[in-house]
């Protein structure tokens, strides 16, 4: 016996005695790490295989559940939830709880959600807000998986306290497990599973039950992989098959990327779908950090255009001169844009922690849901067996019901009228009971009707599941019908891509005998390879993907021809001359680029050249020429002039030609030395002349004479023609000055152009037609390399008259099926 002191003058405690347990401290703290580590591993980090639950979300929806918050009831206060959960099941924060709560209620956490939120539930990148804030109900799935609770079809088991009970597992009529997935860290041990698409899943299990030995590779056919609520795409599906087969493996997600065209200039990559829990600010931030990093070339911008009616969307603009997809396999290297998910499919199986594949995860699962379903119908045998019992007995009451009264109101008390019930007429205690509390409106003609409606239906129900619980192939049944039903209502359309191998723009390369092939480094910038930039009379400008010669476009937009045709290069440079004599720099790099299916540019995804060319109101593009050669053009006053490539180095627009008052350039062209220049008056008159009559001049000087023209006369045509061009014509359409346009075709004309012969100078040339009755203009003029076409109200290239004029000169009358509109000779 030991006594304590105390301090000076304190009283001294009372004597104790001491009792000092020695313990192996090595034995304790193995015991109680173990005892903690089964506490998680059970209790909180890893769900169960049946349900895919973990406690706490069990928890809630059961609490939920219990408190009537049901779709069709209005919302309450997630901090009401809260508080019931941690209260009556779960002893643990409320922080833990709401948090559960929360990602059970989020569309881009779960394929399937299972609460109803509303209010700031968070987002990929953000918070929620906090639980006096948000409302939730159950979600219609979630009623899938706490469905005939109170039909004894699970185990009922203690709360913390021993004052209530909770359901052991959850009854889950669905795979909740494979459908939403689960995530969570334990003691030695963690489970990261994906979502999958309910529709496959089901479909895959109800295979399964009809099928008990069926294969993996079979149950793929109905589960090919992973089904994230973000969509994406996933390359590559060896991981999962791997993951499938043994419950461990890995996939890589990519981002949905478009390539679009942002504008006339500018291209870029839009993105609509990220990978599994990646949030765009994320993406953002490594967007940015590679790009000042210096690790990320040709991006200029990133925007953010995401909201709540169009979803998803970043916009990254790029730099003219990047490959997209080569930027966009930069992206995927150095950005989350491409992320990796490992799956590792721990689950507690008997309340063991198990690593499953697919075949044993579904095997689990409907081991369970066999077993609810059988529960539940003996449950629903028992009540209705209980019942038909009941009804049996008030059917043998009312036959003699005069008798009865008899016996209960001759009888001292109750207990002696059930007695004496049960003896005349051989009735169980429950009956007897049921009888004595009859009411007097149950005795009616009518509710004998029902009586033996309702014992018919009764003995037909029995029957039925009388018959399910005897054959397992039709409980089985029944479990697949009632799978079907919950695909059916709940199912929707796949989100994710799944991909086999690597996208088309990012190929795999051919790799040795035993060695993984290597992604394909594409080159970063455009390659400077040739090509050809064409205008259209619509004033369409594009740029095509080959240099292949060009060929006849054959169908095409109504008026629509190719005016100017220059062989370049990608990143070359080109001149685009307007008709008030001004030329602007253009680049090829900035066109959009056309395919040229057979050598023919398909120009329906070109655009405007106005789109890329700051042009005032009432000035447009007659021509594109390369800034290398010598080019010519001509006015519609006669003038003329050769221009040389001695263009300013330091500006985009300079002055090509200096115009009098109310002259406009007609068109430009290369005029070499060789080549020949061809005027053609409103008068009719053709003035042909040497392109070396014409001396090269500087942009600023304003030109030479070129077809001496009439007072009232004007020029309506300028070309260049090679020189001893054997199938070049002319081509002249006459029509009357006082007519529509359109509605007086007159008369064509197709002469050669070897018969006009060669003039000098500030000449006007020769008469190219004689007019007909009615006809005093041209409308139309054309001279080059034949045949020539024109161009119908439809849009299609039409034949003209073969003969050549006739001998007086004048034309040969044109077919109304041609539209002579706008510039329409090709």
């Avoid at 059970?104 to 939120?117: C, K, T, V």
């Avoid at 409106?441 to 399910?468: F, N, V």
């Avoid at 989100?495 to 088309?504: A, I, S």
């Avoid at 002249?732 to 100078?761: C, H, M, Q, Y």
């Amino acid at each position: 016996m030991a006594r304590r002191t105390t301090s000076r003058g304190a009283q001294p405690l009372e004597p104790f005695t001491e009792n000092i347990v020695e313990i192996d401290v090595t034995t304790e703290m193995e015991t109680s790490f173990l005892e903690y580590a089964y506490s998680v591993i059970y209790s909180r980090a890893l769900p169960d295989a049946r349900d895919g639950m973990k406690p706490v979300q069990r928890r809630i929806l059961y609490m939920m559940s219990d408190m009537g918050l049901r779709p069709d009831k209005g919302h309450v206060k997630s901090a009401r939830v809260v508080g019931e959960v941690m209260g009556k099941l779960h002893p643990h924060g409320d922080t833990a709880i709401y948090d559960a709560m929360v990602r059970m209620a989020q569309d881009f956490s779960l394929r399937l959600p299972l609460i109803d939120g509303h209010g700031n539930f968070g987002s990929l990148d953000d918070g929620p807000a906090a639980p006096r804030y948000t409302e939730a109900r159950l979600a219609p799935s979630a009623m899938a998986l706490t469905g005939n609770l109170d039909e004894d079809v699970v185990d009922f088991v203690p709360n913390y306290d021993n004052q209530l009970t909770q359901p052991e597992v959850l009854p889950a009529a669905f795979p909740n497990l494979l459908v939403n997935g689960a995530s969570g860290i334990a003691v030695g041990m963690a489970t990261n599973m994906a979502p999958h698409n309910l529709g496959e899943v089901i479909a895959g299990a109800r295979y399964l039950l009809e099928h008990p030995d069926a294969t993996l590779e079979t149950i793929m056919g109905f589960i090919p992989g992973p089904d994230l609520p973000g969509g994406g795409r996933i390359v590559g599906l060896d991981g999962i098959r791997d993951a499938y087969a043994t419950g461990r493996g890995s996939f890589k997600t990519r981002a949905k990327v478009t390539v679009e065209q942002l504008s006339a200039r500018r291209t870029g990559l839009v993105v609509t779908e990220l990978p599994y829990m990646v949030g765009p600010e994320k993406v953002i931030e490594k967007i940015k950090d590679a790009v000042n990093a210096k690790k990320l070339a040709g991006i200029s911008d990133l925007v953010d255009l995401t909201d709540r009616q169009n979803g998803l969307r970043l916009v990254i603009e790029l730099k003219n001169g990047f490959n997209p997809q080569a930027v966009l396999q930069q992206l995927y290297r150095l950005t989350p844009l491409e992320d990796s998910f490992g799956i590792n499919n721990v689950t507690l199986v008997d309340g063991q922690p198990r690593t499953l594949g697919l075949m044993e995860l579904l095997h689990v699962y409907l081991g369970h849901r066999l077993d609810v379903v059988r529960r539940r119908t003996a449950f629903r045998l028992g009540k209705k067996k209980d019942r038909l019992h009941l009804v049996e007995g008030l059917l043998i009451a009312i036959v003699d019901i005069d008798e009865v009264i008899q016996i209960i109101r001759s009888s001292d008390e109750a207990a002696v009228a059930r007695e004496r019930l049960m003896s005349i007429y051989d009735l169980s205690e429950a009956q007897a009971n049921y009888i004595l509390e009859l009411r007097l409106r149950q005795l009616t003609k009518y509710s004998l009707i029902e009586l033996e409606k309702e014992r018919d239906e009764l003995r037909r129900q029995i029957a039925e599941l009388e018959e399910i619980l005897a054959s397992d192939t039709r409980l089985r049944e029944v479990v697949s019908a009632e799978l079907a039903e919950v695909a059916e209502q709940y199912g929707t359309p796949r989100r994710t891509v799944l991909l086999d191998k690597e996208d088309v723009p990012v190929k795999a390369l051919a790799a040795p005998a035993g060695k993984k092939a290597a992604a394909q480094q594409l080159p970063l910038e455009i390659a400077d390879e040739p090509c050809w930039v064409v205008l259209s009379a619509s004033g369409v400008v594009a740029r095509t993907d080959s240099a292949e010669p060009l060929a006849d476009p054959g169908n095409r937009a109504k008026h629509d021809v190719l005016v100017s045709t220059v062989r370049t290069t990608a990143r070359g440079e080109l001149g685009a001359v307007t008709d008030l004599g001004r030329m602007l720099r253009i680049q090829a790099m900035d066109l959009p680029v056309v395919p040229m299916p057979g050598g023919a540019p398909n120009l329906a995804t070109s655009v405007p050249v106005k789109e890329f060319l700051p042009l005032p109101k009432g000035e447009s593009v007659i021509g594109i020429v390369p800034l290398n050669e010598v080019v010519a053009l001509g006015t519609a006053q006669g003038v003329v002039k050769r221009l040389q490539p001695d263009y300013p180095l330091n500006r985009e627009d300079w002055e090509a030609i200096t115009l009098k008052d109310k002259d406009r350039v007609l068109a430009i062209a290369p005029a070499p030395d060789d080549s020949e220049l061809v005027f053609v008056s409103r008068s009719s008159q053709l003035l042909r002349m040497n392109a070396t009559a014409v001396r090269p001049q500087g942009r600023l000087a304003g030109g030479m004479a070129g077809i001496k023209l009439a007072d009232d006369d004007e020029a309506i045509f300028f070309g260049v023609v090679a020189a001893g061009d054997p199938s070049a014509v002319v081509v002249t359409i006459a029509g009357s000055s006082d007519a529509l346009p359109g509605t007086n075709p007159g008369a064509a004309k197709v002469t050669e152009f070897s018969e006009f012969p060669v003039k000098g100078r500030a000449t006007g040339g020769v008469r190219a037609h004689r007019f007909l009755k009615g006809e005093d203009r041209l409308l139309l003029a054309w001279a080059g390399h034949g045949p020539a076409r024109a161009s119908s109200a439809a849009g299609v290239a039409r034949s003209l008259p073969q003969e050549h004029g006739r001998r007086d000169g004048s034309g040969v009358p044109l077919s109304q099926s041609v539209d002579l509109i706008g510039p329409s000779l090709g």
